[in-house]
């Protein structure tokens, strides 16, 4: 049982590259969620996408992009990389109508942008 | 917009004593879910409780309990018989409820409180 899983797991890029950051769960939840983790700000939401094909905008998704052509898969974009991109950037998904509203996160991908 | 609120950064507790950490939180909503997550040092996230803000009753799950009060806002986690394992960085997150056909919940989330339990 894979569950959700994120790869690379450690990523160092240079400005202004391109980098794709993968995200894949076994469970067929329809929601997933792309979240960036920063010292004194918490999780903040990127993106999100409640089905393949539908993906909408969270607090912070400047300079991402994000698509969803399989359910299972969800990758994380960043079109030319900067340093404030520096972060640990987490997948997470949730089951429809699950009344507990559970998020089920990944382990993470520390991403360092130099 | 909503907003979470954890001035706590860092604690400590002795093990075996308990610690209280403390989250507040702004909304206009009426309906809407808030939760404690805890990571531990190996960065996963994982859900330590959830409550429901109809339900007045307070969460409890095994050592870890809330205190639940809605017209203050507040929504702290008590932790009992604190053990080593419990050393993690613990954040609390609100969730609005969305409506009937609400089908998963965009978190937002607390800058975390970071919990050492000492030998």
């Known amino acids: 049982d894979a569950g959700i899983t994120q790869s690379p797991r450690y990523k160092i890029t240079e400005t202004g590259r391109q980098v794709t950051l993968m995200c894949h769960q076994t469970?067929?939840?329809?929601?997933m969620f792309w979240y960036r983790q920063d010292l004194g700000h918490g999780l903040r939401l990127i993106y999100y996408?409640?089905?393949?094909?539908?993906?909408d905008k969270g607090e912070v998704p400047d300079g991402y992009v994000v698509s969803r052509s399989k359910t299972e898969n969800f990758p994380l974009t960043l079109e030319s990389a900067t340093r404030s991109q520096t972060s640990v950037y987490f997948c997470?998904?949730?089951?429809?109508?699950?009344?507990?509203?559970?998020?089920?996160f990944g382990p993470g991908t520390r991403l360092t942008v130099t | 917009a909503q907003t979470v609120t954890q001035s706590q950064p860092e604690m400590s507790v002795q093990e075996a004593e308990t610690v209280t950490l403390s989250c507040t939180y702004d909304?206009?909503?009426?309906?809407?879910?808030l939760f404690w997550y805890k990571q531990p040092p190996s960065r996963q996230m994982i859900l330590v409780i959830r409550?429901?803000?109809?339900?007045?009753q307070n969460a409890t799950e095994n050592r870890f309990s809330v205190n639940f009060q809605k017209a203050a806002k507040s929504f702290s986690l008590k932790i009992s018989d604190s053990q080593l394992g419990d050393t993690a960085m613990y954040f609390c997150?609100?969730?609005?409820?969305?409506?009937?056909?609400?089908?998963?919940?965009?978190?937002?989330f607390g800058q975390g409180t970071e919990l050492s339990v000492k030998p």
């Open positions: 997470a998904s949730s089951v429809p109508r699950d009344r507990r509203y559970e998020q089920y």
């Open positions: 469970w067929s939840h329809s929601y």
């Open positions: 996408s409640a089905a393949a094909d539908i993906t």
């Open positions: 909304t206009s909503e009426n309906n809407y879910y």
């Open positions: 409550q429901e803000a109809y339900k007045q």
């Open positions: 997150a609100f969730m609005k409820h969305a409506g009937r056909y609400n089908q998963g919940g965009k978190l937002i």
